[in-house]
């Protein structure tokens, strides 16, 4: 995922283990940056279907133009 | 000498591609390797590393495609990862990959890899993307600026990884290794001077050492320990005398100068319309971090997003439909019908559909009080975050918030703290020194109230603007004079701060609506049971007598400043959760008994006020009881000392809203 205030990639899992130390780890739905240790939630599931379903039907009507 | 030429009479070579992260490195290095290569982790890590055999005619080399990397200064495990790919092993080239399409972006990194003395060819991927938008580079204008091989590709074509794979066959390493820099006048003499300290051996140029020390990098302190120990202090003394004649830190300024390098580069090199776009963003970059235009910005952004859209809409418009008209109008009359019948005992009804019922009043607060208004927030924040401006706010603030002890990383919990004060505290980790750490804690604890909290208040207050205006006021002052004197009580180094800025932008709205739905379902997940047990509590309370005993002993305390004694059970709710105060302030506006005066110092002493539960239980685990305690009673004291003076200034002045 991206970092959204320095907007560097990043992989989830490798965050995850950035803040390992941290006593609010487990069930902890946050995200630290691993480059500038900002925080943010964990993307949305039902947010990202409704993103990713709205650029498959973008790709079909610009496949039938 | 061509030396990665005959094969047989020298040892393989090493060739490492760098560059950042999805810049098509991987897609060039299978150009290069063919299908065969290796992954392994690289030793002492869980980062993985591909190597694979070079598949150019008359060359015999292994190549290595390192995990992504920004600049020579790494912070992430991977960073760390490829720059001892980088320092340690030995390479006979090094070939940036870098986007064609971001040049700007990529070129401070260029600069520093060429300094550092690495044997360099910069190859500028996805040139195709740069078509597409009517965009050129001039290759040979950048060849004569960098003094490297530069190569244009479309890696995912295949297009000219041929002039690629021709420049690897005639690289000449002594050629493209003659010492070069890109530093500012100014640096040259401070870098001469650590530079002549610099007696040992070192993977990289002794100029790029130095460079490395001004930016206080850990490993290149270590490396000067260790070969230059005799000299080290001599080399601190001139490291410290330069940083004072600088207002921000050396990290910074080298960054400036080396974009600012960057930016007559690019202006010189990039043909097309986007210099011009690039020209605008570039220079609303820098209003937003000067003093002069950036705070002007900021009041514009904080009046509209924060006021208008948050306050105003969120707080009014879209709290008095789902609130008022949904739940006051429609749901709750019905919740008390049905229980009613259901239920036949006033005290077990009163659980779920009284005055302060899980249902009537815990439901009502988290999904018609509170969500629209963070959500109205998030939304305002997300589009923040999404156009690049909160690391531009940091730069700009830097130099106030050094007064108060803290520098401009401070904005991160400072900013997160209008999120959630409690995720705020924690997030206080990152600053560098306890000093700081414990300042971000009480202002957090003090000054900053979370998005609900914020939201109430700016709803409550919208009616009445002087009012608003007053509480700005007030709560920015005392987070400026108790910063200043917890900076003056705690002394201490004065912390270093440098942000690497990325590109502003529109926001875009797939990232605007995933990132406030990402928010809206996390803060919606945590605060709706607790909103639930708060009501459940306050039943518990209600049948034990304790809730009525706690109310009316506050009642004096909330009276003492000039408020109805009903208010007193909003300030027993803000004992509980920020947000849950708010809500409670916001019944008591509906309900029409506090006056102008009554709203204004009630947000004032609310905002103040002791922080949550679950905000002083992680204060207690940051910084122990001890500290705790104390940032807890001066809080106590200070928001009803402030309320107090407040109230009796206004009514002494006779002043009403």
Redesign the interface.
């Known amino acids: 995922m991206r970092c959204?205030?320095?907007?560097?990639?990043?992989d989830e899992v490798?965050a995850r283990?950035?803040c390992s130390a941290?006593?609010?780890t487990s069930g902890c739905?946050?995200i630290k940056c691993?480059?500038?240790?900002?925080?943010?939630?964990?993307?949305?599931a039902?947010?990202?279907k409704?993103?990713n379903f709205?650029?498959r039907k973008k790709g079909k009507k610009h496949v039938s133009h | 000498m061509p030396v990665l030429e005959a094969p047989q009479a020298q040892a393989q070579k090493k060739i490492a591609l760098v560059g950042n992260p999805n810049v098509g490195k991987s897609l060039i290095f299978n150009h290069l390797s063919g299908s065969y290569a290796t992954v392994s982790n690289y030793p002492g890590t869980t980062v993985g590393v591909m190597r694979g055999k070079l598949k150019v005619q008359g060359v015999q080399a292994e190549v290595v495609d390192t995990p992504g990397m920004y600049s020579l200064i790494s912070i992430t495990e991977e960073e760390r990862v490829a720059r001892s790919i980088l320092m340690e092993g030995n390479l006979d080239l090094v070939i940036h990959v870098a986007d064609a399409k971001n040049l700007d972006r990529m070129l401070p990194f260029t600069l520093q890899l060429i300094e550092a003395g690495f044997p360099l060819i910069l190859c500028l991927n996805m040139a195709d993307e740069l078509e597409q938008r009517n965009l050129s580079i001039n290759k040979e204008e950048l060849q004569k600026e960098l003094g490297i091989p530069v190569v244009l590709t479309a890696a995912v074509t295949g297009k000219g990884i041929s002039q690629l794979k021709a420049e690897i066959q005639k690289f000449n390493q002594e050629e493209n290794q003659r010492e070069k820099d890109f530093f500012p006048d100014a640096f040259k003499s401070v870098l001469k001077e650590i530079q002549s300290n610099l007696k040992g051996t070192y993977p990289i140029q002794t100029h790029a050492i130095a460079s490395l020390l001004l930016q206080e990098d850990i490993e290149a302190v270590r490396w000067v320990k260790e070969n230059d120990s005799a000299s080290f202090h001599a080399i601190q003394e001139t490291i410290n005398h330069a940083k004072t004649l600088y207002s921000h830190s050396l990290q910074y300024e080298l960054a400036l100068s080396r974009q600012k390098e960057v930016e007559r580069i690019v202006n010189n090199v990039f043909v097309g319309e986007s210099s011009k776009r690039t020209g605008f963003a570039e220079k609303l970059s820098q209003w937003m971090m000067q003093p002069l235009t950036g705070l002007p910005i900021l009041a514009v952004v904080l009046y509209f997003g924060l006021y208008k859209f948050v306050g105003v809409f969120g707080g009014g418009t879209l709290v008095d439909l789902i609130e008022g008209g949904l739940f006051e109008g429609y749901i709750n009359p019905f919740l008390v019908n049905l229980f009613e019948k259901i239920i036949p005992w006033q005290t077990f009804r009163d659980l779920f559909t009284g005055e302060y019922g899980v249902l009537t009043l815990g439901v009502r607060y988290a999904v018609a009080l509170v969500l629209p208004i963070v959500g109205a927030f998030f939304l305002f924040f997300a589009m923040i975050e999404d156009s690049g401006y909160l690391p531009r706010l940091a730069m700009l603030v830097d130099r106030v918030f050094k007064k108060i002890g803290l520098n401009g990383r401070a904005v991160i919990p400072i900013v997160l703290g209008f999120g959630c004060d409690t995720m705020a505290t924690i997030v206080t980790r990152i600053l560098e020194t306890k000093r700081e750490r414990v300042i971000a804690t009480l202002l957090l604890a003090l000054a900053i109230p979370c998005s609900a909290q914020l939201g109430v208040i700016l709803a409550v207050l919208a009616p009445y603007p002087s009012a608003l205006l007053v509480w700005v006021g007030v709560i920015a002052l005392e987070f400026l004079f108790i910063g200043y004197l917890a900076a003056k009580a705690m002394p201490g180094e004065k912390p270093s701060f440098y942000m690497e800025l990325p590109p502003m932008r529109f926001p875009k709205i797939s990232n605007v609506f995933l990132k406030t739905m990402s928010r809206m379902e996390w803060y919606f997940k945590e605060v709706f049971p607790l909103f639930i047990f708060a009501s459940v509590l306050i039943w518990v309370g209600q049948v034990t007598g304790i809730f009525q005993f706690l109310v009316h002993s506050l009642e004096p305390v909330v009276q003492a400043l000039g408020l109805p004694k009903e208010a007193s059970v909003a300030f027993l709710f803000g004992f509980f959760r920020r947000d849950y105060g708010a809500a409670g302030l916001f019944d008591l506006n509906d309900a029409g008994i506090m006056t102008g005066v009554n709203l204004l110092v009630a947000c004032v002493t609310l905002t103040l006020f002791l922080p949550c539960v679950a905000q002083f239980l992680v204060m207690k685990k940051e910084h122990g009881m001890k500290i705790t305690l104390g940032i807890s009673a001066f809080v106590l004291v200070l928001a009803l000392g402030t309320g107090y003076v407040l109230n009796k200034l206004l009514v002494g002045i006779g002043w009403s809203f």
Request: with cysteine; proline share 6%.
């Open positions: 959204t205030l320095c907007y560097k990639e990043f490798e283990n950035h941290c006593f609010l739905k946050m691993p480059n500038c240790d900002y925080e943010m939630p964990v993307e949305s039902w947010a990202k409704v993103i709205f650029k």
